[in-house]
């Protein structure tokens, strides 16, 4: 059946069994790659990221390597060459770049992955076919779509109102924790080096500002993390969950550690608890000397800092050996495995090297490869949804007896 309204519901989904059914009569080398962008959560599933990956794509229609097909649902499905599996990997590792974080993109319960679906036409045509119709079916029956207008972004009146919000807001229900895990390289058993504390700004959202985009502005938005640094200290003065851990960390400015509120903090820690704090790549390098101070303060007290965030790329513009810090973030990436590209690998392991493995936590882990990767490049601690899946069985609030204080923190 050849489809010619192009307005038709499930014109797409058509076109795409059409294409694979007569693709089946010549299949050798081409294969079909169905990447799931439906199953996004909402705030990443937006029209401007659906058309940013399309155009990733686009490239590669335009050499005749791939036919694209935008179905109804916003997924995309590609019937590529076998010369464009390369260009099409590493499109595809950039869209994985793009939504990290979010749960579509880890693999299931099973290890099966969630987000792109590859089909060899010469070995599964029918069952690309079956999946394609069973998407046009779908699309003949779907409700039209309707798209709520965007949120309007804060301005200083509004942010004004939010700040009052905050500063009598209970923001305890929206207080998130993660733990970082060591892993002794020989044994592979796990210790828990700290848990990571944190506050969820969606539900925060959701609760003061429902109808309006935090995010608009990022000078505000700064402003505004700011009080949420105050509250998430005094809700931690009293939090159950980091009550007997030897180890604490939290997401802070740099300004609030030089803070009455910071001070108060430390007051109230429970003998021998030692804290972390976590700040930003970003901050350190508009506040330098801010950044010294805060570190020399944090150590005068037995405490450690840590850089978060850190890239390949933030790496190379940021000495960060000479920022000494006691800890420092790297974001795992898909990348990282590019077996193409050993060299690549060979001058991150350097860079590892250079800050000292000991001090690196790979964050982000979403896959026992990240944990293999980082092993390999002499990091023991991690973090992410991997680690966080692997520490269910552990009970809370408190860890093991023998937790490690912070790497280079005094006693």
């Given at each position: ?64 390597q791939a036919q694209i097909f935008n179905l109804s649902n916003d997924d995309l ?234 890239t390949t790329t933030t790496i190379e513009m940021l000495d960060v050996a000479a ?89």
């Amino acid at each position: 059946m050849n489809a010619t309204n192009q307005g038709a519901k499930g014109y797409q989904e058509t076109l795409l069994v059409d294409t694979l059914d007569r693709v089946r009569r010549n299949p050798e080398g081409r294969k079909a790659v169905h990447i799931r962008l439906s199953k996004l959560l909402p705030t990443n599933r937006t029209p401007v990221r659906i058309k940013i990956v399309t155009r990733m794509f686009r490239v590669l229609e335009s050499g005749r390597q791939a036919q694209i097909f935008n179905l109804s649902n916003d997924d995309l499905v590609l019937i590529i060459n076998g010369g464009a599996q390369r260009d099409v990997n590493n499109i595809v590792l950039r869209v994985r770049k793009l939504f990290e974080g979010d749960p579509v993109t880890l693999d299931d319960a099973d290890g099966n992955d969630q987000f792109i679906a590859w089909y060899d036409l010469a070995l599964d045509a029918a069952v690309a076919i079956h999946a394609a119709q069973q998407l046009r079916q779908e699309a003949q029956v779907a409700p039209p779509k309707t798209q709520a207008a965007p949120l309007p972004p804060i301005t200083p009146a509004m942010l004004d109102d939010v700040q009052k919000k905050l500063a009598f807001a209970n923001v305890a229900p929206f207080v998130r924790d993660q733990v970082a895990l060591r892993i002794n390289p020989q044994t592979k058993e796990a210790s828990i080096e700290f848990y990571e504390f944190f506050l969820s700004v969606g539900d925060l959202q959701r609760m003061i500002a429902p109808t309006i985009n935090l995010f608009g502005d990022r000078s505000l938005f700064q402003d505004l993390s700011r009080t949420m640094d105050i509250r998430m200290l005094e809700t931690m003065q009293r939090h159950p969950q980091a009550r007997g851990m030897p180890c604490i960390s939290l997401n802070l400015n740099l300004e609030t550690i030089l803070t009455t509120a910071f001070g108060t903090f430390i007051q109230h820690l429970e003998k021998g608890q030692k804290v972390i704090v976590e700040v930003t790549a970003a901050d350190l390098l508009t506040n330098i000397n801010m950044y010294i101070d805060v570190r020399n303060v944090m150590a005068s007290m037995g405490h450690a800092i840590l850089i978060d965030g850190l890239t390949t790329t933030t790496i190379e513009m940021l000495d960060v050996a000479a920022m000494k810090p006691n800890y420092v973030k790297i974001v795992w990436a898909p990348e990282l495995l590019d077996v193409a590209n050993p060299a690549g690998n060979a001058n991150t392991s350097a860079m590892i090297a250079e800050i000292g493995a000991d001090k690196v936590i790979l964050s982000r882990c979403d896959s026992a490869a990240a944990l293999s990767w980082g092993l390999k490049t002499g990091i023991c601690v991690f973090q992410g949804h991997f680690l966080d899946a692997f520490n269910k069985t552990r009970k809370r609030p408190a860890p093991p007896a023998g937790v490690r204080p912070p790497a280079g923190a005094t006693k």
